[in-house]
């Protein structure tokens, strides 16, 4: 069975410009988390879906991040325009219910130059 | 709030050595507290968890006991082996959802 799975693995944009990560979770899994690593710190929440429904987005950085997870199914979150403080590595996890392991992607590494 | 500290690293121990990675916390009520690995390459994996006080997670000859009075969730393993090079976060958990605060990891190399 697939794991959780981030597209692309690498991106360099400029700042100003837009990126959008996706992330597919592991098939029939509701539950589906962003995090992110900025400057080698520690991983930070950003948000939580239930299915197509934004369970908590506390941890969302500023309105120039936006998370969509249509159909329930994969899930993408832009950033539009990106920063340089948005550099870092932004973790997907997936989960069947809200208290069950978390299996997490490999990550997007995102540059801004 | 809710936050987790440990050691910074790297940590470079030889192949057989003994290692102990530090990790305390802070947080309101009674987290449930986890240890992630991440080998190169690859995603965060769970490595054990403790979800109450005095567990002992286990895994892979790693361990770690939930200690309430020093709010601690130390990893141990005695006898490293140069697979076991990664990244080591230290994570807790309030509550039923899976919202984790994450330490900013630990790096250990295990040379031969």
């Known amino acids: 069975e697939a794991g959780v799975t981030q597209f692309p693995s690498h991106s360099v944009i400029e700042k100003g410009q837009t990126v959008t990560l996706r992330c597919d979770p592991i098939?029939?899994?509701?539950?589906l988390y962003w995090y992110r690593r900025v400057m080698g710190k520690e991983i930070k929440f950003l948000l939580h879906f239930v299915k197509e429904s934004k369970q908590d987005e506390s941890g969302m950085p500023n309105n120039r991040f936006l998370a969509e997870r249509t159909g329930g199914t994969y899930s993408t979150l832009k950033v539009q325009p990106a920063e340089l403080e948005d550099s870092g590595v932004y973790f997907c996890?997936?989960?069947?219910?809200?208290?069950?392991?978390?299996?997490f992607g490999q990550g997007t590494r995102l540059t801004v130059v | 709030g809710n936050s987790v500290t440990q050691m910074e690293g790297p940590v470079t121990l030889s192949e057989e050595a003994f290692l102990t990675i530090n990790c305390t916390y802070t947080?309101?009520?009674?987290?449930?507290l986890f240890w992630y690995v991440q080998y190169p390459g690859e995603g965060l994996q769970l490595l054990l968890k403790?979800?109450?006080?005095?567990d002992k997670g286990s895994n892979k000859g790693f361990e770690a006991t939930y200690r309430k009075e020093t709010t601690s969730f130390h990893l141990e393993k005695g006898s490293v082996q140069v697979s076991d090079s990664a990244v080591y976060f230290c994570?807790?958990?309030?509550?039923?959802?899976?919202?984790?605060?994450f330490g900013s990891g630990t790096k250990l190399n295990v040379k031969p």
């Open positions: 403790a979800t109450k006080a005095d």
């Open positions: 947080a309101t009520g009674y987290p449930s």
């Open positions: 098939s029939g899994h509701d539950n």
């Open positions: 996890a997936s989960s069947q219910d809200a208290n069950t392991e978390a299996f």
């Open positions: 994570a807790l958990r309030r509550g039923n959802f899976n919202k984790f605060y």
